[in-house]
């Protein structure tokens, strides 16, 4: 993260205000509660509206969330995502929905987010939450589409979702919340061990895929030094996952 995490040594601040947050949070700060309470109007006023946004609208959850989504993926708020995902499942939404919502999203969703896996009203939707986050600018077309599905509350509380979950993202984006360490990658992908000789006098094994560049560097000074026995079998599981990105902050 570009930004160190608050405590209250560093900057004090009323014990009142970090409770209700830890309220919120059902006891634990997040990083992103680390962020906001470097200034204390901000992590107070972002608690009250958040919580009100998040959790106290009675407009259908799974269609906020499945906005809340598609702001994520537009803007690259990978950890904003991650978060709200299982939220969409948890509301109702599927699977084969946010698959389809990731489909759309590679394509242009302003024009058409139009997807076997996605009803209607969850077209409109995304497309909806497309055309705010890029465009800024709602076509008639879309509007008038929103008022044969949703009354004026439930268009006001859409909106406000979207539109927060997009201050959300770029806090987050812009302070490198959702930045991944580099990593560069060892030999083939489908190799499962790398050999070592003249560690310790005997031959090392160990799994390798992803490495940051001082590990890289840490292996080329090896090599350098010691003589690198012949690499057989080398056959990493291609589902293996990467392992070791930089988590900053989760949640809103």
Not at 24 to 48: C, H, M, Q
Not at 117 to 143: H, I, R
Not at 159 to 173: D, H, P
Not at 184 to 200: E, I, P, Q
Request: glycine share 8%.
């Amino acid at each position: 993260m570009r930004i160190p995490d608050w405590t209250q040594e560093q900057k004090p601040q009323p014990p009142a205000l970090v409770d209700a947050i830890l309220a919120r949070r059902g006891g634990t700060l997040i990083n992103l509660d680390k962020a906001l309470l470097w200034s204390e109007p901000l992590a107070r006023g972002w608690n009250v509206y958040l919580k009100a946004v998040r959790s106290e609208l009675p407009t259908s959850p799974k269609l906020r969330e499945l906005g809340i989504c598609t702001v994520a993926l537009l803007t690259g708020a990978t950890y904003e995502y991650k978060h709200h995902a299982p939220d969409f499942l948890k509301a109702g939404g599927t699977q084969a929905e946010l698959d389809g919502l990731n489909a759309v999203i590679k394509g242009d969703a302003r024009q058409s987010a139009a997807h076997p896996a996605l009803g209607v009203v969850e077209q409109l939707v995304v497309q909806y939450a497309a055309q705010m986050t890029l465009d800024v600018k709602v076509s008639d077309a879309v509007f008038d589409a929103l008022r044969q599905h949703f009354d004026t509350t439930e268009i006001v509380e859409l909106t406000s979702a979207i539109a927060t979950y997009n201050m959300v993202a770029r806090f987050l984006v812009a302070l490198g919340g959702c930045r991944r360490k580099r990593r560069k990658r060892l030999g083939d992908t489908t190799g499962s061990k790398l050999a070592l000789n003249g560690v310790r006098g005997k031959a090392v094994e160990e799994p390798v895929l992803w490495a940051t560049k001082r590990t890289v560097e840490a292996i080329r000074r090896i090599t350098a030094s010691q003589r690198l026995l012949p690499i057989a079998n080398v056959s990493l599981p291609v589902n293996q996952s990467r392992t070791g990105h930089q988590s900053f902050m989760t949640g809103s």
